[in-house]
């Protein structure tokens, strides 16, 4: 029989047992696996767990903010560093447009961010006499990654994908891993069951690259903010219209080297097309497209064209997956 408080219980006497006394780590994705891991763990062995959170200038509208938000005001005021990396990951990524090379590059990137993080952390205590040493790191990993993964006898993994970016596989830490036994609907149950907000709670997932992998052809400041506005936009009407909780995803892709001509009172324009990609889906290994009423599609359609300045087409992506992947990149 499955019971939430139950399973809160079991895991908060499981983590103390594990951590002791000692100090630990967890990156914070926005996602909603890392922030109840995250919750469970500061409910646990409170200041001994501190989070870090990177901004990597590819998060969405809002999302920095909305996360130190929602995170310190639900678990109490936890310890939350937050890193803004933006200058950093833009310029290694100035004039690059393979995707794969995109993933390499945040990934690598990220790893060193929190390397620093933890360095600076571990210096920042050095003299306190008290401070036991940071020897755990926290992650989100749910039943599905582990089944995925071929781990389900427990033995220590640090999976790239599923994880922000992809982890130091050099890390000298011992994880912490308090929802490898839960489904998703499940994680979301004991999220709001531990006081986290609906915002994250019922957040969908983002992949670690962000919107790197959302804008086909090179990334920059000014195509990211394009790409802002549109997605804003889209989260926003599937919200009010209810949808967004049948919605597995519904990434917004800006196509940056595509333009075509339009007309906007009277005059010409020639921008750039953004293409909706809403899908249900279990697990995000095979997934449908969301069948979203027209009305809704009408009313998204309208306000990124009037409202996102360079954005003057919007196309649906109707592929399953597969042939498709969920993200373009
Ligand atoms: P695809 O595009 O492969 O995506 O159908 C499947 C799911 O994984 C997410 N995704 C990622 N998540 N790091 C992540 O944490 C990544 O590098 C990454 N790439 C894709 C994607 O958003 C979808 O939910």
Not at 106 to 131: K, L, M, N, W
Not at 204 to 210: K, V
């Amino acid at each position: 029989d499955w019971s939430v408080d139950l399973v809160i219980d079991q895991q908060i006497a499981k983590i103390r047992e594990q951590i002791g006394d000692k100090r630990a780590l967890v990156g914070l994705s926005g996602g909603v696996d890392s922030a109840v891991a995250a919750a469970l763990v500061q409910r646990a062995v409170g200041d001994q767990l501190t989070a870090v959170y990177v901004n990597h200038g590819l998060m969405r509208k809002d999302e920095s903010v909305e996360i130190e938000r929602a995170f310190g005001a639900s678990t109490g005021g936890a310890k939350l560093v937050m890193v803004d990396a933006e200058d950093e990951f833009l310029s290694a990524l100035h004039g690059v447009s393979d995707p794969e090379e995109k993933r390499k590059i945040i990934g690598e990137r990220f790893i060193r961010t929190f390397e620093q993080a933890q360095a600076d952390i571990v210096a920042a205590s050095a003299h306190d006499p008290d401070a036991t040493d940071v020897q755990f790191l926290v992650q989100g990993t749910v039943y599905p990654d582990v089944i995925e993964s071929g781990d389900a006898d427990g033995s220590k993994v640090i999976k790239s994908h599923h994880n922000v970016g992809g982890l130091p596989e050099d890390l000298e830490f011992e994880l912490v891993e308090p929802l490898r036994q839960l489904f998703k609907d499940e994680v979301r149950e004991v999220g709001t069951q531990l006081g986290l907000p609906d915002e994250i709670v019922w957040r969908q997932p983002f992949p670690g690259p962000g919107l790197g992998i959302r804008i086909v052809g090179a990334i920059s400041k000014q195509r990211l903010d394009l790409l802002r506005e549109a997605d804003a936009i889209v989260r926003e009407e599937l919200t009010a219209s209810g949808l967004d909780r049948e919605i597995w995803q519904s990434p917004v892709v800006l196509l940056a080297d595509v333009r075509s001509v339009g007309v906007n009172e009277g005059g010409r324009t020639y921008g750039h097309p953004v293409v909706l990609r809403p899908v249900v889906s279990e697990d995000a290994m095979t997934a449908r497209f969301a069948r979203i009423p027209y009305d809704i599609l009408d009313r998204i359609s309208q306000r990124i064209t009037a409202e996102v300045d360079g954005i003057n087409r919007v196309v649906l992506d109707i592929t399953g997956k597969p042939p498709g992947t969920i993200e373009w990149e």
